[in-house]
Nanobody
Framework: QVQLVESGGGLVQAGGSLRLSCAAS????????MGWFRQAPGKEREIVAS????????YYAGSRKGRFTISRDNAKNTLFLQMNSLKPEDTAVYYC????????????????????WGKGTVVTVSS
């Protein structure tokens, strides 16, 4: 049974930082492309960033590149999202997702390409 468990969310002031983690179990983590998505109140879920199975290729949506950094530790079956210079508009539920397995270094940046989802962690950025 695949489980993705996010942690690290919370309340932070604008300009602050948070580091999200996603602990994966029940799958061969190193074969899966991973991603972070988010859903703000009243909005649809959207891609934040994604990473290939070895971590060699990354994708960032919109203006997140430069403020957010996605990374993974395959030895610990864990995905990370370092978020800096947070803005109130970053307030959302953040979800970890896994797509694959893949034999190539590909990233997945669509919801439809993901096979497994975590339950999310709440990030609130106050102004």
């Amino acid at each position: 049974q695949v489980q993705l468990v996010e942690s690290g969310g919370g309340l932070v002031q604008a300009g602050g930082s948070l580091r999200l983690s996603c602990a994966a179990s029940g799958l061969t983590f190193s074969l899966y492309a991973m991603g972070w998505f988010r859903q703000a109140p009243g909005k649809e879920r959207e891609i934040v960033a994604s990473i290939s199975r070895s971590g060699g290729t990354t994708y960032y949506a919109g203006s997140r590149k430069g403020r957010f950094t996605i990374s993974r530790d395959n030895a610990k079956n864990t995905l990370f999202l370092q978020m800096n210079s947070l803005k109130p508009e970053d307030t959302a539920v953040y979800y970890c997702a896994a797509g694959g397995p893949y034999t190539t270094e590909t990233y997945v940046n669509t919801e439809g390409g993901m096979n497994y989802w975590g339950k999310g962690t709440v990030v609130t950025v106050s102004s």
